[in-house]
């Protein structure tokens, strides 16, 4: 989604209905969310019945439509946090692969940053160790921390990479210790949280000749402090803060809601476009809360270091990704500068 979109026939995507807000238009822009399959790219809603000559053309046509986005994004570096639902159900794990390899092979720069929650949790209660939570982070003692990296860097990592691989591109496996990528502090809450981390600094030196080779690099974000001790650093900050060092086009938060709400309780006034101002003023006046906080102040952060426009996207939605770039339409919510 571009902040001026070029327009596409509506015959990409459904149309969805408008609804008058009413508070602040200016800043924010809601429409009715639509996570259904009239949102997906229509090569992949073809009905069955139509002839194989109709199909083919609607493809080209789609393909047709998206120039204008692709030409836009060639070469620009796009910074994508995986993670939620969309890493837990197999057939949204293949749609996320297949959309960066996309992206990939028409000029953009994808880097993927993901995290592992679920894995994690398994593994800790295989060797006996439960899970423990406050205020939605892990509570990360030593053998916790171990089991972290082994999983997070070992596992997950190596397996995205594989997957990659498979779909056509050519994916390279990092975490954030790799050449001092992320350097870690300890969390001002430490005495609490163990070895949960921040984001000290990031030297991305070791992604530029990797990006510029057209090869995916895949971060799982287990970083060092300066003394060598892992933490377990949360991903959408470390997306956030690696979109910031290596100059993003975008960035990309794929989570399990479909962007930010107008009204918390009602699903449908999804804000499709929003600037700083108007994002801060839903922070402050309680629009925003709970989890979706971190999120938009990991957005607004990047934004602030020169990231041109940052989205906290539904992963739940089949090629969320393409929808968000590719098209006018988009997807979830688009924050800009």
Known sequence: MLPTKPQLSSSLLASTPLFNPASNPNHAKPIAASPSPRRRLRISAASTAVSPGATALSR????????????????????????????????????????????????????????????????????????????????????????????????????????????????????????????????????????????????????????????????????????????????DTAAGEIAAAVGAEKLLLLTDVSGILADRNDPGSLVKEIDIAGVRQMVSGGQVAGGMIPKVECCVRALAQGVHTASIIDGRVPHSLLLEILTDEGTGTMITG
């Open 60 to 235: 080209v046509d789609v393909l047709s439509e998206a120039l204008p986005f692709i030409q836009r994004f060639k070469g620009k570096t796009v910074v994508v946090k995986y993670g939620g639902a969309a890493m837990k159900s197999p057939e949204l794990q293949s749609s996320v692969i297949r959309d960066l390899v996309l992206l990939s092979c028409v000029g953009l720069r994808p880097i993927l940053v993901h995290g592992g929650g679920p894995e994690i949790n398994s593994w800790l209660l295989r060797v006996g160790v439960e899970p423990q939570f406050r205020n939605g982070l892990r509570v990360t003692d030593a053998l916790t921390m171990e089991v972290v990296e082994m999983v997070l860097v070992g596992k997950v990592n190596k397996n995205l990479v594989s997957l990659i691989n498979l779909a056509g591109g050519t994916a390279v496996g990092l975490c954030g210790k790799d050449a001092r990528l992320i350097t870690a502090r300890p969390s001002p809450n430490a005495a609490a949280l163990g070895f949960v981390g921040e984001v000290a600094r990031v030297d991305a030196t070791v992604l530029h000749p990797i990006i510029a080779s057209g090869h995916i690099p895949v971060i799982a974000t287990v970083a060092a402090d300066e003394t060598g001790q892992a933490y377990n650093i949360n991903a």
